[in-house]
């Protein structure tokens, strides 16, 4: 097996300015961590997820009914270069790769033990360290109303660290209760970028949005809303920004705004509305941002929540999360994300 050192100072790594992933340090069972130099693709009919190994890696999974493609033993298996995370296939723009070793694994019994089956697996982060996570707050109609809101006239922006990123069946350990107390759910449709954008319009948008995520955009109300307004602070402790199970590819998913989305604690269900109630679409969010700042491939949007929220409910009736609780969070052709509270 070649060492990590050699195989570093082969890639010339560091002068091509190319960046390992969590999972390119075991890039020495493969040739994955060599440099791409193929054409940028978008991904297209791509159902992801991430892997977390029994080494503490993360790394990608294709979702293939119930099974999955362990894209790094597969890679190894048929001594076939592929990205090793999802974050550096979008920013490689090395999506044909992934598809060429699902259709290659499918054909070859040499990687018949790449196959794996998905409840067997525990999942990863389907990213782990993105250049920006930006979110849009007070983003739906009925939400707005239900908090005695007007509609912005712009989209509301803050964003998240990566300290928040968390995965599917994650347990988010909650704060000591004199940091905060008041829990809230967020479900959210999360826009992937795919390709740098810079001064494009809402009409262009489209081609420059890699696919989408179920995710949720956890937060603490009393440090958001009662400390001076420090919407950062409430949304971004650690693990606040659960997101999964899937990375859905663009193609796969069609029309983002038409799109059912659920929220349910314990099996009780608490938001229930749809995407096309959005004030600001995804695409219109997409030309926003990129306006202000260039957006890059792995850049993600959290796009905001409906109505249904504990913040948006009489005091009297505001029942705060808290510990041992369950959340799904469901997005119809995203699957449903669900974390427990800890």
Known sequence: MISRRVLMKATGSAAAGLTLTHGAAFAG??????????????PSNLTLLAMRN???????????????????????????????????????????E???????AKDQPAAKAAFVPEAALTY??????????????????????EINMPEPKNPI???????????HQCVIALPPPDVAVKFDYETELLIVIGKAARNVSAADAPGFIAGYCTSNDFSARDLQLER???????KTLDQFAPVGPYFVSSDLVGDPHKLKLETTVNGEVRQSWSTDDLIFNCYEIVAFISKHWALEPGDIIFTGTPHGVILGKPKEQQVWLKAGDVIESRIEKLGTLSFKLG
């Open 228 to 234: 001076g307004s420090q919407w950062m602070l409430g």
């Open 29 to 42: 069972e493969a040739p994955s961590a060599t440099r791409y130099d193929g054409p940028r693709e978008m």
């Open 157 to 167: 922006l803050f964003n998240k660290y990566a300290n928040a990123l968390a995965p």
């Open 124 to 145: 990863g982060r389907l990213f782990t360290n993105p250049g920006k996570i930006n979110c849009v707050g007070l983003n739906y109609k009925r939400h707005a109303k």
């Open 54 to 96: 029994a080494d503490g890696s993360e790394t990608l999974g294709v979702k293939l009914g119930d099974s999955v493609l362990d894209v790094r033993q597969a890679s190894a298996l048929l001594a076939s270069r592929a990205p090793l995370t999802l974050e550096q296939m979008l920013r490689e723009g090395s999506a044909g």
């Open 98 to 104: 992934v598809s060429k070793l699902v259709s290659a």
